[in-house]
């Protein structure tokens, strides 16, 4: 196993009612998602701030490519109805 492989290993799984997993691409549209309905809303720069034009779409694509470069990203899953709990990128 290499240390990239060791690392993922330490976190993924199941904890409480939630499973942890490597980002995959195919999670990406879930975590836009997740940002639009759940981050931006409650999110305090947010809140104080207020939303420019593009504002979402900058961010969400900064996260994007984040979480898709580093070598540490994960999904948080609910694990009895799979839904998107949060997401964390770990930059090694």
Known sequence: MS??????A??????????????????????????????LVDEPTCKLLGPYEGFCEEFIAIVKKMMLDHQMSFIVRHKSSGEVKDFISIKL
């Open 3 to 8: 240390p990239k492989e060791e690392n993922y």
């Open 10 to 39: 330490l976190v993924e799984g199941e904890w409480n009612d939630f499973v942890f997993h490597q980002v995959q691409l195919k999670d990406i549209e879930e975590i836009e998602h997740n940002i639009r309905t759940e981050f």
